[in-house]
């Protein structure tokens, strides 16, 4: 999974309005997302870190949803679809030990006029083991809905967020 990371490019996070999952704080999730131009895949490095707790010593489910669903819908938006979720799926595999590092792929399946349906999985380095899987339906909002609730679409993520090689 290093060498996907490796061939793409870093998002700069920090540069978004707001995030509900990104932090640098060591105690929740510490997530770095990558992009991949070739293909349009969104990769994540993410640790969870103490506060993400669900059964003792793992990490709590709705956690690694969040993790997931915020990697998928920045797929879209990195893709040019401004959507937000309407529909998530998740499959829990494998339980999954707090302190660990995971990696996150997100990959567009289909899209239409109205909406994008979006995979992504969470595994361990090897992208063989998986602990859980997510599909998602992405509601596409033009300009004129997304003003509707107050929110300015521009500020979204986009190629501005991308640090080049």
């Known amino acids: 999974m290093e060498e996907k990371l490796k061939n793409s490019i870093q998002i700069n996070i920090e540069k978004a309005p707001r995030s509900y999952v990104s932090s640098d704080g060591s105690d ?69 030990k707090l302190g660990s590092t995971v990696y996150i792929e997100a990959w567009i399946e289909n899209k239409n006029k109205t909406a994008a349906i979006i995979k992504g999985k969470l595994t361990a380095e090897n992208g063989e083991t998986i602990f859980t899987e997510a599909e998602g339906v992405f509601q596409m909002l033009d300009e004129k809905k997304w003003k509707s609730f107050g929110i300015d679409a521009d500020s979204f993520i986009s190629d501005d967020y991308l640090d080049e090689k």
């Not at 293909?39 to 669900?54: C, I, L, M």
């Open 28 to 96: 929740g999730i510490s997530i770095k997302y990558y992009f991949d131009k070739t293909d349009g895949r969104v990769y994540a490095k993410v640790t969870f870190g103490p506060a993400t707790q669900g059964p003792p010593g793992f990490v709590h489910g709705g956690a690694l949803a969040a993790a997931l669903d915020e990697t998928m819908g920045i797929t879209a938006w990195m893709n040019n679809l401004q959507v937000m979720t309407k529909e998530l799926k998740i499959i829990f595999s494998k339980a999954l």
